[in-house]
């Protein structure tokens, strides 16, 4: 979770925010490491996010969000994809949606209620410029020099040379946002780290 799952988590906190429960499974292996992990946050809002990592198996590295109206696919590797494919959905019909055809005021209804769901709105303003390619076409490229890990660099050193002990990108609430969601994590798993008893590290208290 450390190495490959702290990516899904905080891209998740980015998108959605701090869940409102969570739940996962991993499996340790003989150095007490989580090699395989699945977990699944939930929002308040009706959204899910089903995550995976793992050490032992070379999946697809990539990211779907699916909304109501479809969806964006962040293609290998998903952390610093040069790709974003976008598929929309074709409008269901009366007949093909069973109770709405007996029912299409409850239909618009709930539909309604998921568009103004706070933390839908949220997601929607944040995707909006992909929601506006997914109207124009079915992919874009973005190609960009190096790993992706400069922009990290360069937002550090504006915020240093600013005298900011804070970035406005990646606030310190998000941090510890992404830090509580993956302690609740390991809770249920009973993966526990060296410093989280100083005695067991070799320290002292």
Known sequence: ?????????????QLLGSPQAVRGAACLGGSGVD????????????????LA????????????????????????????????ELQA???????GMGGARAN????????????????????????????????????RSFPFDGDGYQYEIQEASRCIREGRTESAAMPLEDTLAVMRTMDALRVQWGLVYPQDNPLAAGGSV
């Open 53 to 84: 990592a793992s050490l032992l198996v070379r999946g697809t590295n990539e990211l779907v969000i699916y909304g109501e109206r479809g969806s964006v696919r962040l293609c290998d590797p998903f952390y610093r994809a040069h790709r974003i």
């Open 104 to 139: 299409p005021t409850g239909v618009r209804r709930f539909l309604g209620a998921m568009r103004d769901a706070p933390g839908l709105k949220s997601l929607r303003r944040r995707l909006d410029p992909m929601l506006s390619l997914m109207r124009r076409g079915r992919a």
């Open 35 to 50: 090699e395989q992990s699945a977990y699944q946050l939930e929002y308040g809002d009706g959204a899910l996010a089903d």
């Open 1 to 13: 979770m450390l190495d490959r799952g702290v990516y899904l988590i905080s891209l998740v906190q």
């Open 89 to 95: 959905y074709e409008r269901p019909t009366a007949e």
